[in-house]
């Protein structure tokens, strides 16, 4: 046994175990060893932080320990079959972890299978259970984790078990008509129930004057969401315009009658103006009036988006005047499925924002997606970059470099280069040092990083294969380097294996 390794517990025991963990060549029999409780300082990057063999997938859903189970379950590099298989779990919390979701959420969320969906939304409390959570809490985390697909929800009204057939109603507006006859009519009475509350809930917030009986006095976001997407009646149009109030909010309304509209247009706010320059009801005359509008807002809102439009199309623009490019979702999801002209005409625009959402859509055709490559706005190169699975490698890595935020979703991208960054290796930015650090293809070893002031370019340089064997052995000594170097390509089987002997990890 190798005299250089320290034994039990020390300075460092947690950096090897981390290190392992994360080792890209590591055998299963050498990950299947972390799962021990000896060392359960490794749990979070093994199985929360990595793509894994089958191996050790089966072992980790077989775990004893939920912790293990747990951070698998937000596992944003498992596959979603996988990860779904815990939809079986007998604790609450996995199941909860699962339905909230991989994490960190840096793009898009692909979907759990069906059968797994199946079990989360059918579910019910077990009153012999652990009770952490319930079922229907459950139920709404996976609502809001983006991991219900909509052909899915389309489908339920047929599906075989009564349960989930009740759970179609929740989704009542996106249904067609056929299926809401064949849900009211539907053989289970509790099917049936669901379906007319449902048929009751869209009649009343389609009904203006429900609208005005349940329209709150007191400001706030209740009365705003109400008077955005909800029928109006001609006593509270009235009501709003004679006291100035909620004026935005009735602009935006897609059912406020042509005359409140017109009045709003020459209303002295500009925000209220630009929300009637954004109507997809909008008449050519009064469109024209405000494509001239003193306040550039509103000449803009106007000229933007050409008629004929589409409501669908206001909502996506609005997303993309009000987006924050801090995050990497995309402007287009959940909104428009199919209308790729559109997105096409977006990609040719001379303004900006119909640029950038045509970036955001993934079946944008290949001449487009050069042409966006090249666009004189960074705002829509970044979007290309992030959304778009042809976008140029070249363009990925300078999206990388400018754009901080962007990052951890940059590195999940097989577009980002991972070679042929020797020139980035003095970049003032350590991020951007750490990639540049990991780059198998250098001329020599960055040993000159290993020193680095930052613990994640110490970390990359460490873990880099082109380290000499005597110097990886000198790295795993010293606690600012051996986490790097306990995931270092360069260390055997035999050597990871020799590693956690030393640290009493059974084998």
């Known amino acids: 046994m190798p005299s250089d390794l320290p034994s039990g517990p020390g300075p460092l025991r947690e950096h090897w175990l981390r290190g392992i963990a994360a080792h890209p060549a590591a055998p299963p029999d050498v990950l299947v060893r972390l799962l021990d409780p000896a060392a359960r300082e490794a749990w979070t990057a093994l199985c929360g932080e990595r793509d894994l063999p089958p191996a050790v997938v089966e072992a980790v859903l077989a775990h004893p320990e939920r912790s293990v ?29 699962l339905a909230g979701g991989p994490r960190p959420r840096t793009g898009r969320v ?18 012999d259970g652990d009770f952490h959570i319930t079922a229907n809490e459950i139920r709404q985390e996976l609502e809001s984790s983006g991991q219900i697909p909509m052909p899915f929800r389309r489908r339920l009204p047929e599906h075989r078990d009564p349960a989930l057939r009740a759970y179609a109603t929740y989704s009542w507006e996106s249904l067609a008509p056929e299926q809401h006859a064949a849900l009211l009519a539907d053989p289970d009475p509790t099917v049936r129930e669901a379906a007319l509350r449902a048929a009751q809930r869209a009649s009343r917030e389609r009904d ?17 969401h109400l008077l ?13 315009l004679a006291e100035g109030r909620n004026l935005y909010e009735l602009a935006y309304n897609r059912d406020a009658p042509a005359d409140a509209v017109a009045r709003l247009a020459r209303d002295p706010d500009p925000e209220v103006r630009a929300a009637v320059a954004a109507r997809a009801d909008i008449g050519p005359a009064l469109l024209a009036e405000l494509a001239e509008d003193p306040d550039e807002r509103v000449r803009t809102r106007a000229r933007i988006h050409p008629l004929p439009r589409t409501w669908a199309q206001r909502d996506v623009l609005d997303h993309a005047v009000f987006h924050s490019f801090g995050c990497a979702c995309a402007i287009v999801d959940g909104y428009l499925e199919q209308e790729g002209d559109w997105y096409s005409d977006c990609a040719r ?3 900006e924002p119909l640029r950038r959402i045509a970036a955001t859509y993934r079946l944008l055709p290949g001449e487009l997606v050069e042409l966006l490559a090249a666009d004189p706005a960074a705002e829509v190169r970044r979007a290309l970059a992030c959304h778009h699975p042809l976008a140029p490698p070249a363009l990925v890595l300078d999206t990388f470099l400018t754009s901080p935020g962007q990052r951890p979703h940059l590195l999940t991208l097989p577009a980002l280069p991972r070679t042929g960054l020797g020139h980035l290796l003095g970049h003032e930015d350590a991020e951007v040092r750490a990639l540049a650090a990991a780059d198998v293809t250098l001329a020599q070893a960055p040993v000159r990083l290993l020193s680095d002031p930052e613990a994640v370019v110490r970390r990359a340089a460490a873990a880099n294969p082109l380290l000499p064997a005597a110097l990886l052995a000198a790295l795993l000594e ?3 380097t051996a986490e790097g170097a306990a995931a270092n390509p360069g260390l055997s089987a035999a050597r990871l294996h020799e590693l956690l002997d030393r640290l009493g990890v059974p084998g």
């Open 110 to 127: 692909r979907p759990l299978p069906d059968a797994a969906l199946e079990v989360l939304l059918a579910a019910q409390d077990d009153p």
């Open 69 to 97: 189970r747990r951070a698998f379950a937000q596992n944003p590099h498992a596959d979603p079959a996988q990860r779904g298989r815990l939809a079986h779990d007998p604790h609450t919390l996995v199941r909860a972890w």
């Open 228 to 240: 955005m997407n909800r029928p109006v009646s001609r006593a509270v149009v009235e009501a709003c």
């Open 208 to 224: 203006p004057e429900a609208l005005e009986a349940e329209l709150p006095e007191q400001d706030g976001h209740a009365r705003q």
């Open 349 to 351: 625009s001379e303004h």
């Open 478 to 480: 010293d606690p600012a």
